[in-house]
């Protein structure tokens, strides 16, 4: 058992950490749910270097991986300083491209996205399909070379600036619902295929924007489908195991505590000063032990990463940190008294960025395979315990 | 970084968990309950000197195994699991630690080796009237009397103190209510002037009050600096702390496991109950707390080992470990239903246990304390 990184690691993660000195500017600060050009040119300039396609062999403009955790450090690395991070492109889209697809498909779009050109919407949630993927409703009609797709989808991030969609849709109407679903690779330009905005309760530059897209006789070649038909619902699961590990690094989290600690430690209201108060002292030291559990938790998730996919390790750092997101933006705000509901302005600690936090917090909870559905995977996989949703399973005698 | 055990390690683990599986049975567990006088086996003691357990930590050439605390939670664990009754904590980690680091070359030389060949028995007497676990609020006197000490006061919480040899006392020599002016003394337990009186608990374990009347004890008897038993005693006391973690952690692993089991077999509404959201969320909840508690003692435990600045780690671990096991046993015991709460049903030794370790060694409040100091009062510790 080691916990220390090894000098090949540390060696990268300096790499990492000098990228980010020299090419770090402010506009490229944010969040995961919008993209800036500046943000995009920063992952261009990653993509320069190979580290999009760590890991993918080089045919299809991926680079060796120099070590098993690589693509972990450089996300955390990232993740640490607020800068954009290896996704879903990488994470959910070419993972699931180059395990499913054609050669055809994965020479056109595998080297593209390792080359960070063409940004990608994930399209799946409907009105009626949100937690429920398998029962998305959308059709896509088998017309020979092409299908036909007449519908919609909304909570779409990314559809306003991209160029692909990566799209779930029905296929099979009749057969069992997971085992009726394909996904396709669409062409934002397709016609049929248009946007309305929807508008988050974060800031505008923040989470503000994502959208409803809607599809009336849209075509979409037969050559967009990916890999077999009717298999999509199986590739949209496995690749969320991928996502729920990517997306959420918990580095952003120790990051934000270590803030939020030092400003306590400076906080002075008229000569009131929180450090000599028990009970936020407490609290904070309590929030230490949560927030490090964390980092074990991902420690656990990476370890196994490097022998096979992290199911259930991916299931419980999702659920632990979103968990730990929506309760350490409360106690944030709950340390700063009434100001803690100011949304800016003067006496707003961190111009109000932590009441923005604070509001899209329990969406962490919610979105990319909830805290309730990853405990459903806890219990599923780790403990054995039978599907809640499906058939009385009785026990064997 | 690579989290799997090493094969030396899973080997100790198999050995160790084949043994208590054999010889640590809930019979065994309710007899040392019931009908020892100790509350724990001095056939079961024997033994682990003889598997060379109770030398885990202490140097080769006083017979020792030798090895590091990481080894020691791996083996401590699965004490845990079976939630074990023996003087292990305190005489194989806690004072063979201190005596390994501050003892006396003659005192090394002699005190070792019995703890190996398990001749001598340690008690830990520390804990007073406090709440907390603050070596300011000791009070138990030792006053220099020619080449003597003479104490006087009363220890509480002290477990294990009637099968003991030899008390690890903390000692106040100096200054009033402060760190400073603690002396360590290795008082025999069969000094003139000690009484003891047993403190019943929920576990029905052995913790026992300790007077001293005008106890003497020999020059001797001081381990250590006077006035810096605090400085001696603190490096140790993680270790032992982080050991103890271990012990809750397995308890607490067992006890999650026999309420998976149950969830699977026991019926209701057609169904088991495991197949219910509810009951799921609890269990998965619980297992990610054990997890993080778990990776959270050995990562502790693999700084200490490093030699590194560790009391911020040790002190989450703590705070953790001891929530988690509260919880566990708590909330396990809930999915039993009513047979949770019956004297008969045995995963109600573990619920007996739960709460009585959260709040030992220093309940959650204190270790947070603890955390507070590390992350507030000192430089920002960059969590990594
Ligand atoms: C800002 C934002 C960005 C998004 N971006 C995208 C995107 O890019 N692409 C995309 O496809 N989607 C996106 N989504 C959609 C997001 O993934 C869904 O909101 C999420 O899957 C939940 O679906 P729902 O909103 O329909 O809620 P529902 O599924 O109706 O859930 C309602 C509540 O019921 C709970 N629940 C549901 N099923 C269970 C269960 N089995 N057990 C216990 N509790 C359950 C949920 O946890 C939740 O609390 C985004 C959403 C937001 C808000």
């Known amino acids: 058992m080691d916990f220390d990184w090894s000098p090949e690691e540390i060696a990268f993660r300096e790499e990492v950490r000098e990228f980010i000195r020299t090419e770090m500017t402010d506009a490229v600060k944010g969040s995961i749910f919008i993209d800036t050009p500046a943000r995009v040119e920063f992952v261009t300039k990653m993509a320069r270097r190979g580290w999009l396609g760590m890991g993918f062999p080089e045919q299809y403009g991926g680079s060796p991986n120099p070590f098993p955790l690589a693509q972990f450090i450089l996300n955390a690395e990232l993740d640490r300083s607020g800068a954009p991070i290896i996704g879903k492109n990488v994470g959910t889209i070419a993972s699931t491209i180059y395990h499913v697809a054609s050669e055809e498909m994965k020479m056109e779009f595998l080297p593209m996205i390792f080359r960070n050109e063409g940004q990608w919407a994930i399209t799946y949630t409907e009105p009626n399909a949100g937690t429920d993927l398998g029962s998305l409703q959308c059709r896509a009609i088998d017309m020979g070379d092409h299908f036909e797709v007449t519908g919609m989808k909304h909570y779409i991030t990314s559809a306003h600036f991209c160029r692909w969609h990566w799209m779930a849709l029905r296929t099979d109407p009749d057969a069992p619902k997971h085992k009726g679903i394909s996904i396709f690779i669409v062409d934002h330009d397709t016609p049929g295929l248009s946007l309305s905005p929807m508008s988050t309760i974060g800031r505008e530059g923040t989470t503000h924007r994502t959208n409803q897209v809607f599809f009336d006789k849209m075509k979409i070649p037969r050559s967009r489908l990916v890999g077999e038909v009717n298999k999509g619902f199986y590739y949209m699961m496995e690749a969320l195991d991928y996502e729920r590990f990517a997306i959420l690094s918990f580095a952003s989290r120790v990051r934000r505590y270590t803030k939020i600690v030092n400003w306590y430690k400076n906080a002075d209201f008229n000569g009131e000063r929180p450090i000599n108060d028990p009970y936020t002292r407490r609290a904070l030291a309590r929030m230490a032990a949560r927030v490090e559990v964390g980092t074990m938790l991902e420690r656990m998730a990476i370890c196994k990463a490097q022998y096979e996919v992290p199911a259930v390790e991916a299931a419980m750092n999702k659920a632990w940190g979103a968990t730990i997101g929506d309760e350490f933006a409360q106690l944030a705000l709950d340390l700063m008294g009434p100001f803690g509901g100011l949304w800016g302005g003067e006496h707003s600690p961190f111009g109000g960025g932590l009441a923005d936090e604070h509001l899209m917090a329990g969406h962490a909870r919610v979105a990319a395979g909830g805290v309730d559905t990853s405990k459903a995977i806890i219990a599923r996989r780790l403990l054995g315990l039978p599907n809640a949703l499906g058939k009385p399973e009785l026990p064997q005698r | ?384």
């Open chain 2, 1 to 384: 970084m690579d989290i799997k055990l090493t094969d030396d390690q899973a080997q100790l683990q198999e050995i160790a968990s084949k043994f208590m599986d054999k010889h640590c049975s809930f019979d065994f567990v309710r007899k040392m309950e019931k009908e020892s006088d100790l509350g724990f086996c001095r056939d079961m003691w024997r033994q682990f000197a003889e598997m060379g357990w109770l030398g885990i930590m202490v140097p080769e050439k006083h017979d020792g195994m030798g090895m590091s605390l990481l080894d020691t939670v791996v083996l401590i664990r699965e004490l845990g699991r079976h939630i074990c009754p023996s003087p292990f904590l305190f005489t194989s980690v806690l004072a063979a630690d201190v005596i390994a680091q501050v003892g006396s070359p003659e005192q090394q030389a002699e005190l070792l080796p019995q703890i190996v060949a398990g001749e001598k028995i340690y008690a830990f007497a520390y804990q007073e009237y406090s709440r907390f676990f603050r070596p300011e609020h000791i009070k138990l006197e030792a006053k220099k009397s020619g080449d003597k000490y003479v104490l006087n006061g009363s220890k509480l919480f002290v477990e294990f103190a009637d099968g003991a040899d030899t008390l690890l006392v903390a000692a106040r020599t100096g200054e009033a209510n402060s760190q400073d002016g603690l002396t360590l003394l290795l008082v025999d337990r069969n000094s003139a002037g000690i009484s003891t009186k047993h403190m019943p608990t929920m576990s029905r374990d052995r913790h026992y009050q300790v007077d001293f009347s005008n106890v003497e004890v020999p020059g001797s008897a001081l381990l250590g600096e006077l006035d810096k038993g605090w400085e001696a005693l603190e490096p140790s006391l993680h270790k032992a702390v982080i050991a103890f973690c271990a012990y809750t952690n397995g308890a607490g692993f067992e006890m999650h496991g026999y309420a998976t089991q149950y969830a699977r077999e026991r019926v209701q509404f057609g169904r088991p109950i495991g197949q219910m959201q509810t009951i799921q969320g609890y269990l998965a909840q619980m297992i990610m707390e054990l997890y993080g508690a778990d990776m959270l003692t050995m990562f502790s435990a693999f700084q200490i080992d490093k030699g590194r600045h560790a009391r911020g780690y040790v002190a989450k671990a703590k705070a953790f470990s001891a929530d988690t096991v509260g919880h566990v046993m708590d909330v396990s015991s809930q999915i039993f239903g009513g047979m949770g709460y019956m004297e008969e049903q045995d995963t109600t030794l573990y619920l007996r246990r739960g709460k009585q370790y959260q709040l030992a060694l220093g309940g959650t409040e204190y270790w947070e304390d603890v955390i507070a100091e590390e992350i507030i009062d000192r430089e920002p510790v960059v969590l990594t």
